[in-house]
């Protein structure tokens, strides 16, 4: 870990060109190349999940406008990516957001920062095996006749998988989010292209993007809103491979390329697939999509493709599983750097000598992941908690962790680094992003959500309060030694001949 004084240095630090740096990490330095970071954040994204699940809800607030809709939606996160990597390129540290905010606000925001994090990344594998493991119980009794698989089974087997990838090396678990990502992302986005291609009843049009369009007669203006906010919401992941920077080779560089890339390529998927859905469909019988039994893109997949419709189906089993591993990635990466700095107990900061993986990081994430997929799956039903938690207390999770990283950018450049400061990537964009994200919240709960939906904000209070708890018994106990180590990120050297030749990056 470097010093303070070095870590002043460092934020300066630039890239030679042509040479290939690495993080100083007890991680597994240098394992992840750009390509393995923008996949890391597209299978994070969840392409075939934002594409397919989403789809009814889109269409139900923005009618034929659902495709508009994304696309305002994508350039809301252009701008609010562009200013995360301002961050990105300064401190890279697989804290990602918590030492971000602890460097450029304050630690003990930074701490806060890190402990709302828990109600992002690590709670999505449970709920998410348990509602696709529901959505495979309809589908394979109603299509195929087997009535003996039940949706927890998936959690039971997918969570320790998902855990043994991660024990096994972040190596291992790339090469498998490339694969199923790489499925994932030309099945949903070849189902788009033949809903546009092979239209239904209304044929094909580009009125989707036309703002008075509405056959259907399902658009409101509050509904138009709450789709844009849902867009912005579906393409939530885009940073995913932050907490991974000290495992990344030319972290600063790569980093924020394929933040940025990844918006893009997902993003313009994204308004593609949606529209291809809208066309795929039927413009003349939109306001039947709804309320579809079935979800829309598995109905127009066996239209179109036939007996093949099940790689829609496989495309979004390989997308929760590459999301799973994204995201379990993402958790451990953060709990380690709050373990390395000591705002979470040292065990969390410590690695295997053999694999370089956070154990206890990791071991947590499978209990909370069997917690919440079976325990929550049990309570409330798979779909209730899937929506409970992705749907309500992930979005207010993911607001404030935004909101604070904005405040950094404009912290930081304002303060420390005037002479690069620049109004538009510097302020117009954290500030306007930041505000959108506000309004969003104020979206998602007006009218106030139903029962146990409306429990959401109470869930992340209380959450909060537990960490103002714990910031307050650090105060009282004189431990302020993690306020230094939290805004420190990793120093980089030139990777060796040696370490080149035997480590595959990805």
């Not at 350039?75 to 460097?103: C, D, E, H, M, N």
């Not at 999505?124 to 394979?140: D, Q, R, S």
Request: hydrophobic fraction near 55%.
């Amino acid at each position: 870990m470097s010093s303070p004084s070095i870590r002043k240095a460092s934020d300066d630090f630039v890239e030679t060109p042509g040479e290939v740096f690495v993080a100083n990490t007890e991680l597994k330095k240098g394992a992840i190349g750009l390509t393995g970071a923008v996949m890391q954040n597209i299978t994070h994204i969840a392409p075939a999940v934002a594409a397919f699940l989403f789809t009814p809800t889109l269409v139900g607030f923005a009618g034929a406008q659902a495709p508009l809709a994304y696309l305002i939606g994508f350039v809301i996160v252009l701008a609010l990516g562009s200013s995360l990597v301002q961050l990105a390129k300064r401190f890279p540290s697989s804290g990602g957001y918590f030492t971000y905010v602890a460097r450029t606000v304050s630690p003990r925001a930074g701490f806060l920062v890190g402990w709302v994090y828990t109600l992002y990344s690590p709670v999505v594998t449970g709920p998410f095996l348990a509602f696709l493991g529901l959505i495979l119980e309809g589908e394979l009794a109603s299509n195929f006749g087997i009535h003996w698989f039940h949706w927890w089974m998936l959690v039971i087997v997918g969570a320790p998988l998902i855990a043994l990838f991660g024990y096994l090396g972040v190596g291992i678990s790339m090469k498998l989010i490339l694969v199923v990502g790489a499925f994932e992302f030309i099945t949903v986005f070849a189902l788009g292209l033949f809903g546009i291609f092979n239209p239904g009843d209304g044929g094909f049009t580009f009125a989707t993007f036309n703002g008075s369009f509405d056959p259907s007669k399902l658009l409101t203006g509050a509904g138009f809103a709450l789709a844009v906010v849902f867009t912005v919401q579906g393409l939530t992941g885009w940073e995913a491979a932050v907490p991974l920077a000290e495992e990344t080779e030319n972290p600063r560089r790569n980093v924020p390329i394929a933040t940025m890339a990844s918006i893009v390529i997902i993003g313009s998927m994204l308004v593609l697939t949606i529209w291809g859905q809208v066309l795929g469909w039927g413009i003349n019988r939109l306001s039947k999509l709804p309320g579809s039994a079935e979800l829309p893109a598995l109905v127009i997949a066996h239209r179109v493709w036939g007996p093949v419709w099940i790689f829609a189906l496989i495309a979004i089993v390989t997308s929760v599983i590459g999301a799973s591993l994204a995201c379990q990635n993402v958790a451990t990466r953060i709990w380690f750097g709050m373990g390395r700095a000591g705002a979470l107990p040292k065990s969390f900061g410590k690695v295997n000598p053999k694999r370089k993986t956070p154990t206890t990081a990791i071991t947590t994430h499978l209990v909370l992941t069997l917690l919440l997929g079976l325990g929550g799956g049990f309570l409330l039903g798979p779909d209730k908690i899937f929506i409970l938690i992705l749907g309500y207390v992930l979005v207010i999770a993911v607001i404030v962790v935004y909101v604070l990283a904005n405040l950094g950018v404009v912290l930081y450049y304002w303060r420390e680094q005037r002479a690069h400061f620049n109004w538009l990537l510097h302020a117009v964009f954290p500030i306007g992003t930041s505000a959108l994200l506000i309004y969003s919240l104020f979206a998602s709960f007006n009218p106030w959500p139903p029962l146990p939906f409306g429990l959401a904000p109470a869930i992340v209070g209380i959450w909060l309060v537990i960490g103002v708890v714990i910031l307050i018994v650090f105060k009282v106990r004189g431990n302020n030694e993690w306020m230094t180590l939290a805004t420190q990120s990793v120093d980089e050297r030139p990777e060796t001949a040696e370490e080149l030749k035997h480590r595959p990056t990805i």
